[in-house]
């Protein structure tokens, strides 16, 4: 932006489950081409919120002007080895696309043979848990996405557009969602033990 925005900056301190800890509100006025603080909150307001613990507690901040959310940014307290975040369970429902009032543009890439006016379906995806980078791919199968690797907050629900000239059953089938737990969860954990052959010898 080149002009000055007037907007309203929301910030919530919450837990992975979604408990908001601390929450705040503030009319802020964003200058162009520069960079300003507009919330402080010392450590001993987090302490006496509950967060003493940062390893479990992250902060969101949303700004938003004349009705629109126009910036999300996610941040940890802790460094990032010391973070326990929690397995995401993710529910994913894809249905054919339907747009009122501003729709997210679908840019296809650029060795992409998904063309502007390809069929869109609608992603949207949800987690109780605080779920980090969640990514999509669909194999061999090309498709324009809107966005990827996003952040899904407790409760709430990612909504993604997906362009695609495959049917919708064969984009349901192709399609995978991980978040950033299941990427780096041991093998053991999603593997299991192969039973002994039979008549194996037990020695």
Known sequence: KTTPVQGMLHARLMDFDGKVLLEESNNVTVHPLSSEVYLTWPLSKLDAAGASDRSHVFVVADLT????QISRNLAYLAPTKQIQLKPASLSVKVQPFS????CPQVIPATNSNVSVSAPEYQILIS???LAHDVYLSFGDLDVALSDNY??????EAAEITAATTASLDTLKSAMKVIS???????????T?????PSGADRR
């Open 65 to 68: 002007a004349g009705g629109a």
């Open 99 to 102: 747009c009122a009032g501003v």
């Open 127 to 129: 987690s109780p848990v």
């Open 150 to 155: 996003v952040h899904i907050l407790p409760g």
């Open 180 to 190: 950033l737990t299941d990427a780096f969860a041991p093998q053991a954990q999603s």
């Open 192 to 196: 299991a033990a192969a039973p002994a």
